[in-house]
């Protein structure tokens, strides 16, 4: 005989786990188009301005805004790039990356240190 708590068990609500990052609907990464490139303020205690991307997902109506990691970029309207989902703690708002060194965005110039997260190839041989 099951006891009480046992049959209690299976009319319990469990917690359903959200995804960070929704519009990617369970995929790593997506393919992206700019819409507009532009500069943001992050919140309180940092102050540097952080370029982002508005951008809207290959084959859907998707729209979602993206941080271009690293320091120049040259992406403008139309451009397409690649976006995972990643948390930014100070941007308001952005929970998605464009990945360097893919499509139109490319690496980071000089780039010695985690050349890795920046697409930089390496140039020992």
């Known amino acids: 005989m099951p006891t009480l708590n046992q049959i209690f ?4 609500i469990k917690k359903i786990k959200r995804s960070i990052s929704p519009k ?9 188009v700019c819409n507009r490139v532009l500069t943001i303020s992050p919140k309180k205690p940092n102050s540097a301005n952080r ?14 805004t993206a941080k271009i990691p690293g320091e ?3 992406l403008q309207q ?3 790039v690649l976006v995972n989902g990643a948390r930014i703690k100070d941007l ?5 990356k464009a990945i360097r060194g893919k499509y ?3 690496g980071v110039s000089k780039r010695k240190t985690r050349r890795s997260v ?6 020992t041989k």
């Open 104 to 106: 139109d965005l490319i």
């Open 92 to 96: 308001i708002g952005v929970s998605y």
């Open 118 to 123: 920046y697409g930089v190839k390496s140039t």
């Open 72 to 74: 120049m970029h040259n």
């Open 78 to 80: 139309h451009s397409t």
């Open 9 to 12: 068990k299976i009319f319990r």
């Open 24 to 32: 990617l609907k369970h995929n790593p990464q997506k393919k992206a």
């Open 51 to 64: 370029r982002i991307i508005k951008a809207r997902i290959f084959n859907s109506k998707t729209k979602l």
